[in-house]
């Protein structure tokens, strides 16, 4: 099933972790709607019911149930992975994510290591119910780990990382970047989880931000370097933790601050980001802090509506110029 | 009547635009709903715009072999209001968003929620020319400046105002510069001087006569110095009436509780004020030891702690230095500077003898806080002052 | 039909039958005077946050206890008291849970039913109805990966939990993957003020189990003597890979919902019919009336009981309370991936 010598896409690095998981270890099985001969509703696990037979199961449409079932096995010293089939369908089984799963380790000392894989974050024609952004209320609930990985490597070895680690994590795949993001190889050494990544250094700003949105303020910093502008792009890879220290780093190399998320305005990832600056870095701040986020509204169907909800990479050279006009 | 626009519709899938070939009515024609009215060529077929409603061609606006893109106004028609409410269609012209607001209420009472706490007022623009980032300021915290030591530094950020870079740039290029050690006395002098001048300080002057001063010095022991003099009729003429030395704090005048008044001696790197206290209720003859043991003590940094601080003027003899004016800046808790110059020979008019006639002058200063004193006020201070020096017996 | 331990016919099995039945009994004893103790302490000021009481559940709850098998799992209502004796639970545990020993299996972070010890099989509650049932699910599933056979899953829940999503979704999977589930249904007709006319349509809630391809049995829940025989067969039948099986038991709740609660809204007719019957007192009489004890040895039994309790309590009032500036406030079990907030004490 390796790839070699061919492209490797941001799928394939998720089908490839889970099937290095179930292959190097006994405990792991893979629980999910449509995830078996199916192979998944984004082919995320293509052939990984055959080569892996009873290990790749089909569930019922029971997210609920699903999510109970999945700390169960937990329990019993399984290292479940649940394929939420979007991430906007966990929300019938956030209670068992909150109440149950977060709960375990600190109500009962017994560690929960189970994984929840959330295919989420807009593409085009998706509508509101097929492309929201969870992390932020997961992030929220103490006694999980919410991963958001921006690059093919990412994907790859923060799947296998999150399947290794003790406690429940939410993995936060994008589906826009399922196909539009390659890389040449699966990478054999990662950064561990909890540490950020500079995807571009710079010097007159920094831009904090997370999973498809990186690519967009990459594509922004490459739009204001012809305009004499070295911006420096954070890519946060996990939004809990958040490595704060490297966040505060960049700004206080930069002095100025502009943090994007996929993500409604409210509450989120760019507000903790700022919270967190303004509290501990206020000295390091040369302009006052901002964000870029969705529009305040449920994500809309058509094309031309689904394009100016989000940030764009000119949206986010828009802001990051009134920025540094300042 | 209310009149429809004529909106070129969209005629397939992929059409953007099309050219006007045709006009089957003209204005003032009574049309009927769907009835065509313009003849339009596309890249794909011939096609025509039909009337959206029944009712009277308005006007046309649209021209001939001109091509409009989907949705660009071709022209009006005259309607009424049921066939505008049969039909659904827009009358009214784009509002602007506010507007919208307040129709969207409904009932058209729109009001504001008013706050239930009040709270600090809240600078109506917290950037700007003035504005310090935090990060500025913990810098120049660090190296122990402050705003003033920024004038003259360009700043490059929005409205000009100093940035954390021009700043370091400022810095940089301060330092490739020759500095020597500022004496902690010196620092301290410019922090007051700083503090001083942010209030309105005006200056006032007049010559004074020195000759009787000079005839009383010739028999007097101890002998008084002209500084001592000028001091002594300050404090007296301040006894009279306090108010000039008063502080104003906000809208009120903070009359002084005593006559205590400060003296300037030149020490090394800056200048001393020792305070004589109570000048008002000693003779000048009982001044003159405790004056010239202050200045032996300032001279030598010896001052002790209570003997400076908590003056309402100073006097200052800028004339040592061969200085006929000065403009001297009062310390930031005073009010008033009284100066003088150097004596000099200079005529003056004699209107008895009908002649200029030799005198020793000079002259005397007042610098003082334009808030607490006008002009005139400081004028008749100084005046009165003087004449105390005519008759220094009486001092 | 399956054969069980319970059926009387041969000498052996009845001495055993003798024997669970004593055992049951003593669970429900004991069970009923650790809720009046613990209905005691609430009533003076000592038990902080709610109090839940089993009385009139306890025949039910000992029959679940007792036919589970050290190694199975158990995930009790709020009204288990006798079954979590029953499975192993301490009376120290439970009054540690009660009355916040930092001593105690919750340490203080979840409090009164919301206890147990996950990876010996009994599961400590959340509060949400219908969620522990899919968690049974999931050990049960995890043990079939782990080739353990005959193991049994007992998730017992009230007649209010059975409207619940939860429970849907739980059933429903159970009977899809035929796991070893032993849903036990103590229908006891309210749910805290909502009586059942409120709660479902459907006569019987027996009758739900057909929709899901499962089997059922319905029991008069304060009669011990069937609660054994019946959920012992749901639970013989569960291990032997028969799929999920439901047991409907019939009773009435002998007091408020929580101890704050009166009950006023419970039907005086209930009351007085044999719903209302008082399964200890039933179970006293038989008891009696088997002759396999007279009334000094229930006398003396209980003054045991009581000083056991006593001794209990008395030892937990002196055990440390939790201490929130030793207290590690960490939710992960992976320590570096822990933030800390020291603006708020972490």
């Known amino acids: 099933m390796k790839k070699t010598g061919t492209e490797i896409s941001y799928l394939d690095a998720i089908r490839e972790a889970q099937a290095h998981a179930l292959r190097d270890d006994p405990r792991v099985f893979i629980y999910g709607q449509d995830v078996g001969a199916f192979g998944g509703a984004h082919k995320a696990t293509k052939n990984l019911a055959k080569e892996f037979p009873g290990r790749v199961l089909d569930s019922p449409i029971s997210e609920d149930a699903i999510m109970g079932l999945a700390v169960g096995a937990a329990i019993e010293g399984m290292r479940p992975i649940v394929e939420m089939q979007f991430a906007d369908f966990s929300t019938v089984g956030f209670n068992q994510i909150v109440n149950q799963a977060a709960t375990l380790f600190w109500r009962t000392s017994v560690p929960c290591p189970l994984t929840v894989r959330l295919p989420f974050g807009g593409t085009s024609g998706s509508g509101p119910f097929h492309s929201q952004c969870m992390e932020t209320v997961y992030a929220h609930y103490p006694g999980l780990i919410v991963l958001t990985p921006a690059t093919v490597e990412d994907a790859y070895s923060m799947l296998l990382e999150a399947v290794a680690i003790d406690d429940p994590v939410i993995f936060c795949e994008h589906k826009f970047l399922y196909y539009h993001l390659k890389a040449e190889k699966l990478p054999s050494e990662a950064l561990p989880v909890g540490k950020a990544r500079i995807a571009r250094e710079g010097r007159d700003m920094t831009i904090v931000t997370y999973s498809a949105m990186v690519h967009e303020a990459l594509e922004a910093a490459k739009e204001l370097a012809p305009e004499g502008w070295e911006v420096e792009v954070v890519d946060l890879r996990s939004v809990k933790p958040i490595d704060t220290d490297t966040v505060m780093a960049s700004v206080a190399r930069t002095g100025r601050l502009l943090c994007v998320g996929e993500a409604w305005p409210w509450g989120g990832v760019t507000a903790e980001i700022i919270a967190r600056v303004t509290s501990e870095g206020y000295g390091l701040l040369d302009a006052p802090p901002q964000r870029l986020n969705a529009k305040d509204t449920p994500v809309p169907y058509h094309p031309n509506l689904w394009m100016a909800h989000r940030p764009t990479h000119h949206a986010i050279a828009a802001a990051a110029r009134n920025l540094l006009r300042q | 009547m209310p009149a429809i626009p004529i909106i070129m519709p969209q005629l397939g899938e992929s059409i953007a635009e099309a050219n006007i070939i045709g006009f089957l009515v003209k204005p003032g024609d009574t049309v009927e709903a769907g009835q065509d009215l313009i003849e339009v060529e596309t890249n794909k077929a011939n096609m025509t715009v039909t009337s959206p409603c029944g009712g009277r061609i308005e006007k046309i606006t649209a021209q001939l072999n001109e091509s409009y893109p989907v949705g660009a106004t071709l022209g009006r028609i005259e309607t009424t209001n049921e066939e505008v409410a049969r039909l659904g269609l827009e009358v009214s012209a784009p509002t602007k968003p506010g507007d919208t607001d307040r129709v969207a209420k409904g009932n058209g009472r729109w009001s504001r929620v008013q706050p239930t706490v009040r709270g600090l007022p809240v600078p109506a623009n917290a950037a700007g020319a003035s504005f310090l980032s935090p990060r500025l300021k913990a810098r120049m915290t660090e190296l122990g400046l402050s705003a003033a030591d920024l004038a003259g530094v360009a700043g490059s950020g929005a409205a000009g105002r100093v940035t954390v870079e021009d700043f370091e740039k400022f810095i940089a290029h301060l330092e490739k510069q020759r500095m020597s050690q500022a004496s902690t006395m010196r620092v301290a002098v410019a922090d007051a001087m700083r503090r001083s001048w942010t209030r309105p300080i005006a200056h006032v002057g007049m010559p004074v006569c020195l000759d009787p001063l000079f005839a009383y010095r010739k028999v007097a022991r101890p002998k008084p110095g002209p500084a001592l003099c000028a001091l002594r009729a300050l404090a007296v003429a301040l006894a009279e009436n306090s108010a000039p030395a008063g502080r104003l704090v906000g809208s009120k005048i903070v009359h002084p509780s005593s006559i205590d008044i400060a003296f300037a001696v030149e020490a090394e790197e800056g200048v001393l004020v020792p305070v004589l206290r109570n000048a008002d209720k000693r003779p000048l003859k009982d001044l003159i030891a405790p004056y010239n043991e202050l200045v032996e003590l300032a001279r030598e940094r010896k001052l002790p702690p209570d003997a400076t601080g908590g003056s309402i003027a100073t006097v200052t003899n800028f004339g040592t230095f061969g200085l006929e004016w000065a403009t001297p800046i009062p310390l930031p808790e005073q009010t008033l500077v009284l100066g003088m110059g150097a004596a000099r020979h200079a005529p003056n008019w004699d209107s008895v003898k009908g002649q200029f006639v030799p005198i020793m002058e000079a002259n005397l200063t007042l610098s003082f806080d334009h808030r607490v004193l006008d002009g005139g006020a400081a004028g008749r201070l100084l005046q009165h002052v003087a004449d105390l020096m005519s008759e220094p017996e009486k001092l | 039909m399956v054969q069980t331990v319970l059926e009387p016919g041969t000498a052996e099995n009845a001495a055993s039958f003798r024997e669970t039945y004593l055992a049951a009994y003593r669970f429900m004893l004991l069970a009923r005077l650790l809720d009046d103790k613990f209905a005691a302490l609430w009533r003076s000021g000592r ?238 009489e038989f008891l009696l009336r088997q002759k396999w004890l007279d009334a000094a040895q229930l006398g003396a039994l209980r003054e045991e009981m009581v000083r056991e309790i006593e001794t209990a309590i008395a030892q937990v009032q002196r055990e440390p309370a939790p201490d929130p500036f030793v207290e590690e406030w960490r939710a992960l079990a992976t320590r570096h991936l822990g933030e800390t907030h020291e603006e708020n004490g972490n």
């Open chain 3, 47 to 284: 038990i902080h946050g709610g109090v839940f009481l089993g009385r009139g559940q306890e025949a039910l709850s000992a029959a679940i206890g007792v036919g589970l098998k050290k190694g199975d799992v158990f995930a009790p209502l709020i009204r288990d008291a006798a079954g979590r004796l029953a499975f192993g639970e301490t009376v120290l545990d439970a009054a540690r849970t009660y009355l916040g020993s930092a001593r105690g299996p919750m340490r203080g972070r979840d409090g009164n039913v919301h206890r147990g010890k996950p990876q010996e099989g009994y599961l400590p509650m959340i509060s949400h109805l219908g969620a522990m049932i899919s968690v049974v699910n999931g050990i049960l599933f995890a043990r079939r990966f782990k080739k353990i056979s005959d193991t049994v899953g007992v998730a017992s829940v009230g007649d209010g939990a059975t409207s619940t999503g939860a429970f849907h979704e739980a059933l429903n999977q159970a009977a899809v993957e035929k796991l070893p589930l032993v849903l036990v249904v103590a229908n006891n007709h309210y749910a805290y003020s909502t009586p059942t006319s409120r709660q479902f349509a459907c006569h019987d809630l027996a009758d739900k189990a057909a929709g899901y391809g499962v089997e059922a049995d319905s029991v008069d829940g304060t009669d011990l003597n069937a609660c054994l025989k019946t959920v012992g067969q749901a639970i013989a039948r569960a291990r032997a890979g028969h799929g999920p099986q439901m047991v409907v038991a019939e009773l009435l709740r002998l007091c408020g919902h929580g101890e704050h609660d009166p009950a006023d809204y419970v039907d005086p007719k209930l009351k007085s019919s044999p719903l209302g019957r008082d399964c200890l007192k039933v179970a006293e």
